[in-house]
């Protein structure tokens, strides 16, 4: 009796120190609050779920099969073949008759789920009145949500912004907008997604799209969504849709100001505690911003264990040209001439530690570089065995060949952690499109990617590779220049509910082309990635000083040498 009285009091005090978190109902009102959660994205879910996506991405790419790296004009447009094999839309699971209607399957699982991220974009750039989206749930004949897709994916036939949007706030040529939803849609027993084929288009049929989903470990408890509930929570979804697009509070602590840094020298900040870094922003000076917010990295150590190292720049996802933009966890101000905060870079990612954390500034480059300000917020935080360090890496390719199609391994991490996003800047010298290349994400040593996407641009949540800048959640576009033309291009998609856990490793990738370029072009390509990993874990990408402090591509001799 007494040890059963015990363990009874040792159990209630966990449970009040928060040592361990309970599962609860997973339902619409609990997903969108784990959408603005931040911490609880930098702690490994209690709700065990995978992370996979459904995609038009062409079904002729096969592991092994044959590729010969060269383009084919005779096929009118060059489509590719095998492994990069490009006709990435009007690809389904398959087709049915449902009440004397043919419709595609676009998606469809068993198990306890929800749907947390689409992306659409029509082929022939325009939409078709008549296709309709059709969502069934739960094995059920009759769909709960039956829609026009430009209405639900960008538009507010569903819900609105921020949740709905197109990647522009330039409304003309919408078929060129790539359309976003980021509204959780839970189910309980089966999700079904279906469209009505629109008629063709510019000779083309079908759209793009991409579905990501969370499948939760059997006999977890989910609630099934309806439309009604969109009535009975309205409150918390105008709530959320504020916390969502925030401002940053710029009221975080000052610590350093006015520290100027020559040419190898750093700063640094040690914060010692059981504590978590909730908000961090700085601003630099030099004669040559471009290169010093290339050359200027942080890096961050947590209880000994660097987990950090990337160029300012990337970063706070602002590219070479520090465009302003705010997204759900990083915003800056336009560098040059605007206000008293001109050139602040803010991050809202929780970083949490058990003993402490060690932030340093280097300047690798060769001008000096003066820190006007850094600021640095914490926490009370308890360390538990779902929590987890935040990682940022960063490495560049310079002077690659985009005419040979390739994968490129933007991070390969084992361990156990949640894949949280990613920044790429390019400096294209072809005046054309470069981004054709679909994303291939293996989870725990897959053998065939569980995300396929179908477009680096459709990725980063825009579409045909368009310039136009924007600034949302979960996605932003700070310059777009290098998309039809020669220059810097800067493209980042940050993740909360379709973020992607991993128990054993994660290898993340992007394949590097030009479509439309069947002479050699070159491009400087530069990725970083944003994950939270269990102590102990280990990534394939190292610190590269040198490479941060080469002179940043201005113009296409930088990179061609002519």
């Known amino acids: 009796m007494i040890k059963s009285v015990k363990i009874l009091v040792s159990t209630l005090l966990i449970l009040i120190s928060g040592?361990?978190?309970?599962?609860?109902?997973?339902?619409?009102?609990?997903?969108?609050?784990?959408?603005?959660?931040?911490?609880?994205?930098?702690?490994?879910?209690?709700?065990?779920?995978?992370?996979?996506?459904?995609?038009?991405?062409?079904?002729?790419?096969?592991?092994?099969?044959?590729?010969?790296?060269?383009?084919?004009?005779?096929?009118?447009?060059?489509?590719?073949?095998?492994?990069?094999?490009?006709?990435?839309?009007?690809?389904?699971?398959?087709?049915?008759?449902?009440?004397?209607?043919?419709?595609?399957?676009?998606?469809?699982?068993?198990?306890?789920?929800?749907?947390?991220?689409?992306?659409?974009?029509?082929?022939?750039?325009?939409?078709?009145?008549?296709?309709?989206?059709?969502?069934?749930?739960?094995?059920?004949?009759?769909?709960?949500?039956?829609?026009?897709?430009?209405?639900?994916?960008?538009?507010?036939?569903?819900?609105?912004?921020?949740?709905?949007?197109?990647?522009?706030?330039?409304?003309?040529?919408?078929g060129w907008r790539g359309r976003n939803l980021f509204f959780p849609i839970p189910f309980a027993k089966s999700c079904k997604v279906t469209m009505d084929e629109g008629g063709a288009t510019e000779g083309w049929s079908g759209f793009y799209y991409n579905i990501n989903y969370r499948l939760y470990k059997t006999g977890t408890d989910v609630k099934t969504f309806r439309l009604e509930q969109l009535s009975e929570i309205e409150a918390v979804v105008d709530e959320i849709a504020v916390k969502l697009v925030e401002p940053y509070d710029w009221s975080a602590k000052i610590v350093g100001s006015n520290k100027s840094l020559a040419s190898g020298e750093n700063y640094s900040h040690t914060v010692k505690g059981e504590l978590a870094i909730k908000n961090m922003y700085m601003a630099i000076d030099a004669v040559n911003m471009v290169q010093a917010m290339r050359s200027t990295v942080i890096e961050i150590t947590f209880d000994g264990e660097r987990t950090v190292w990337c160029p300012l720049d990337a970063f706070f996802g602002c590219g070479h040209m520090g465009e302003t933009h705010r997204?759900?966890?990083?915003?800056?101000?336009?560098?040059?001439?605007?206000?008293?905060?001109?050139?602040?870079?803010?991050?809202?990612?929780?970083?949490?530690?058990?003993?402490?954390?060690?932030?340093?500034?280097?300047?690798?480059?060769?001008?000096?570089?003066?820190?006007?300000?850094?600021?640095?917020?914490?926490?009370?935080?308890?360390?538990?065995?779902?929590?987890?360090?935040?990682?940022?890496?960063?490495?560049?390719?310079?002077?690659?060949?985009?005419?040979?199609?390739?994968?490129?391994n933007y991070v390969t991490v084992q361990g156990k952690g949640v894949y949280v996003g990613d920044s790429l800047t390019i400096f294209n010298t072809h005046p054309d499109w470069w981004g054709e290349g679909d994303e291939k994400i293996y989870v725990d040593g897959e053998k065939f990617p569980s995300h396929f996407g179908t477009g680096t641009e459709d990725y980063y949540g825009y579409a045909y590779c368009r310039p136009q800048t924007f600034s949302k959640p979960f996605h932003s576009l700070p310059q777009g220049l290098g998309n039809k033309a020669v220059g810097c291009s800067t493209n980042n998609r940050y993740r909360t509910l379709d973020a992607i856990p991993f128990q054993k490793s994660i290898s993340v990738n992007m394949e590097m082309w030009h479509p439309f370029c069947q002479n050699a072009a070159m491009m400087n390509y530069s990725p970083a990635t944003f994950w939270y990993g269990m102590p102990g874990d280990r990534c394939n990408i190292e610190p590269d000083p040198k490479a941060v402090a080469l002179a940043v591509a201005l113009q296409k001799s930088d990179v061609t040498g002519n």
């Open 327 to 408: 997204t759900f966890y990083v915003e800056n101000e336009k560098w040059f001439p605007s206000s008293d905060r001109t050139g602040m870079m803010a991050s809202r990612w929780v970083m949490t530690f058990q003993n402490e954390a060690k932030v340093m500034i280097h300047n690798f480059g060769k001008q000096n570089v003066k820190i006007k300000m850094f600021a640095i917020d914490t926490e009370k935080y308890q360390w538990h065995d779902r929590s987890m360090y935040f990682h940022a890496t960063w490495f560049e390719l310079r002077n690659q060949r985009t005419n040979i199609r390739r994968d490129v």
């Open 19 to 174: 040592k361990i978190c309970l599962a609860k109902q997973v339902d619409l009102k609990s997903l969108l609050e784990e959408m603005v959660d931040r911490e609880k994205v930098a702690e490994f879910p209690v709700d065990e779920y995978v992370c996979k996506q459904f995609s038009s991405y062409d079904r002729e790419s096969k592991v092994n099969a044959p590729e010969d790296g060269k383009f084919h004009p005779e096929q009118g447009r060059d489509w590719g073949k095998g492994w990069f094999a490009n006709r990435d839309f009007a690809q389904y699971v398959r087709t049915e008759i449902n009440n004397g209607r043919t419709e595609k399957v676009m998606m469809d699982v068993q198990g306890p789920g929800a749907i947390v991220r689409w992306w659409s974009m029509p082929s022939g750039r325009n939409w078709n009145d008549n296709t309709i989206i059709r969502i069934y749930l739960d094995n059920e004949k009759k769909p709960e949500i039956e829609i026009e897709v430009k209405k639900l994916i960008g538009g507010d036939g569903l819900v609105g912004e921020p949740y709905s949007y197109l990647a522009s706030d330039d409304r003309t040529n919408l």
